[in-house]
């Protein structure tokens, strides 16, 4: 069986143990149609920043790829070559880590498609996010149960 494969963008968890802190995991699906069911249910459990199929469109539909997972995976800049498409991939993990859209823009509001995640900084997927918190009328998201635990013991009553 494939496995869905993540890259950290840090080479030990902040505890040290050399695992991937979820907030600093990333995992991109290429599968080319082996086994995609299996590693969309084992990245979707990841609680990755970044979770995203090599697909087209009409192949993540037949599939029901959940709105968690970015389909097709990367900007659209026209790439063909496996190379652009790679290069794609990676800028928009970059874009995403640093809060803006594919045209430059700042996103920080859950009006836009991700979020700003208060503990850590990190930007979150909005639509389909597991981790939130409802303070008034207010939802802040999270990218995944620590940091949302922290801002709960933070902000308790």
Partial sequence: MHRAHGRSHGAR???GSGGVPHQELDVVIASHG???RDAIEAASTAE????ALVASQKRAKALGVPKTVKCPAGLDIGAVTPEEIALSILAE???IRRGQDQHGRELQTADDW???DPICGMM??????RHTSIRGDNTFYFCGASCKDAYELKHAD
């Fill in 13 to 15: 968890a902040r505890d």
């Fill in 34 to 36: 082996n086994y995609d």
């Fill in 48 to 51: 990755a920043a970044y979770v």
């Fill in 93 to 95: 993990i970059v874009s």
């Fill in 114 to 116: 991700v979020a700003k």
């Fill in 124 to 129: 979150v997927a909005v639509e389909g996010a």
